[in-house]
Structure formats: C-alpha cells, structure tokens
C-alpha cells in the first residue's frame, strides 16, 4: 500500500505537531467540552437508532 500512511506514522505526526505548538492541543487544554455537550445533545435532532445504521457523531464533534 504505496503512499498510504502506517499506524506509527500518524502517531509520529500528531507527535510533531504538538511539539511545535498545535493550535488545538492548547485549545483542547482551555475549553471545557463537556459543557457544551448536554445542550448540543438536547438541540441535535437524531433518530432513534431503531432502524439501525452507523453510531452518531458525538454532538461536540
């Protein structure tokens, strides 16, 4: 599998963007996800998953 990245490759790059100063890793580390979780949940329109299907995405995401 030509030009497709391995499982440690990833790794190794999420690695190196946090040393150099992702932007996210910070925002990850200021903001309080969880409080924005019930009231997305509650305002999200989702089924019931009676019908099946794949899994939700988490209503933060």
Do not use: H
Request: net charge positive; proline share 10%; no cysteine.
């Amino acid at each position: 599998m030509r030009g497709q990245a391995g499982f440690w490759d990833v790794d190794e790059r999420y690695a190196l963007l946090s040393e150099a100063g992702d932007p996210l890793v910070k925002l990850n580390e200021v903001v309080p996800w969880d409080v924005f979780r019930k009231p997305l949940a509650k305002a999200l329109k989702r089924s019931d998953g009676a019908k099946g299907g794949r899994p939700p995405f988490d209503p933060v995401m």
